[in-house]
C-alpha cells in the first residue's frame, strides 16, 4: 500500500514538473517579451546567420531572428532583429555589422539615440519600424582602399606616360646640353670673373660721377634761373625804354630805325637762352650721365624723316 502511494506521488510530481518546463516553454511569466524591427543593409552580411546577438552599447538585448533579401531591391538585405521589450531604441538609432574578436563572428551593434530624441514605436504586425544602418568598418575600409587604388592606378598612368621614351629622350638631350652650358661656364671662369668685376667698378664709378655731378646740376638750375631773371629785367627796362622813346617824341625820332628792332631781336636771344639753359638743368637733373656721354637723338615722329628735318 505504502509502495502505491509513494509511485503515485512520484507520478503527479513529474507530471507537475513536465507541466511547468512546457508552460515556461510556452511563454510563461518567466519568459522575456521582445518587439520585433527591421533593418535594411547596403552591403554583403557575410558571416551574419540566424539568432547572431544584437547588442546595444556592447549590451546583448536581442537577437537577429530572419535574414532575406529586400523584395524591393535585391541588392540590399533585409534583417529581422527580435530585441527586448523596454529597450530605448529611437529614431535616430543606428544598426552596424561587426565581427567579433579574431574568430569573425558577425552580430549587430546598435548604437546612437540622443537623450531628446523619441522612441522608435514598435508594432504587433507588418510592417515593423525600420532602424537606420550605416556602413560597417570592413565596408568603409573597402571603399577606401578602391579609392586608394584607384588613384595609385592613375598615378602609375601618369608616371608611365611621363617615362616614355619621347620623353625620356627628350629629358637625356637636356640633361646632355645642360651639362655642355656647365663645362662651358667652367672654362670661361675666369672671364666671367672679371666681368663682374668691372661691371662693380662700372657701377661704383657712376654712382660717384652722379654724386660730382649734382653740385653742377644745382649751379646750372641756379645759373638758368638768374639769365631768366636777367631777362625779365631787360624786357622791362625795353619796355621802359619804349615808353621813354614815345615821350620824347620827335627827339626819338633821330635814332636809327633799326635800334628798336635789334633790342627786340636781343630779348628774344635772351629769352631762347633762359628756356635751353632751363631744358639742360632739367635734363642733367633726370640722367647726369648724359652730360659725357652726349644726348640720344630724337626718334623720328609720325610722318617726319631724317631728309624732312635737315631740309628744315
Known sequence: MNYTLVGVFVLVLTSLLIAGVLWIASGGTLQKKYDTYL???GESVAGLNLNAPVKYNGVE????SKIQLDPANPERVQLTFAIERGTPIKVDTVAVLKTQG???IAYVELGGGSGDAPLLQPRAEPPYPVIRTKPSLSARLENVLTT???KLDHTSSNIDALLSQHNLAALTSTLTNLAIVTHTLAARKDVIDAGI???GKAARNTAALTEQLKPITARLGRAADAIEKMGHEVSGAGMATAKTAEA???EAQRFDANTLPEIRR???ELSSLTNSLRRLS?????DPAGLIRGRSPVPDGPGESTTEQESR
Open 39 to 41: 533593418a535594411i543593409e
Open 61 to 64: 538585448l536581442g537577437k537577429v
Open 102 to 104: 579574431l574568430t569573425g
Open 148 to 150: 586608394v587604388l584607384a
Open 197 to 199: 668685376v668691372s661691371a
Open 248 to 250: 620824347i617824341g620827335a
Open 266 to 268: 636781343l630779348l628774344t
Open 282 to 286: 632739367e635734363q642733367t637733373a633726370r
